[in-house]
C-alpha cells in the first residue's frame, strides 16, 4: 500500500494537534497520560513533535479524554491554526 503523501496544511494540523496536546499535559509525564490514553508514550511523543500528523481519530479521542479537552475545542482550534499558517504561506509566496 502507498500512502499519499500529506499536504502542507495537513502537517501543520498535526503541528498544532502536537502543540496543543503538549501544552495541555502540561506537568505530567508523557508516560502517565500515554498510560491513561492506553496509548504508548513514544506514540504521545510522535504526536506532541508532529512526527505522526494525523494519528487514528480513536487515538485523539483518548487523548483528548485523558487530557480533558474537548473534541470540539480541539478541531477548531487545530483548523484555525492551520488556516493561519496557510495563509501566511501563501502571503509570502505571494511576495
Given amino acids: 500500500m502507498v500512502r499519499t503523501p500529506l499536504t502542507a496544511l495537513e502537517r501543520e494540523r498535526g503541528r498544532c494537534l502536537g502543540a496543543l496536546l503538549r501544552q495541555a499535559r502540561g506537568e505530567r509525564s508523557m508516560a502517565e497520560v500515554a498510560a491513561r490514553a ?13 512526527r505522526a500528523p494525523t494519528p487514528a481519530f480513536f487515538t485523539v ?4 479524554s485523558a487530557l480533558g479537552l474537548g473534541l470540539d475545542d480541539l478541531s477548531t482550534r487545530c483548523a484555525e491554526a492551520a488556516d493561519e499558517a496557510a495563509a501566511a504561506a501563501e502571503d509570502s509566496a505571494a511576495a
Avoid: F, N, P
Avoid at 492506553?38 to 508532529?50: C, D, N, Q, V, Y
Avoid at 479521542?61 to 483528548?64: H, P
Fill in 38 to 50: 492506553g496509548i504508548s508514550a513514544e506514540t504521545l511523543r510522535k504526536i506532541e513533535t508532529g
Fill in 61 to 64: 479521542v483518548a487523548l483528548a
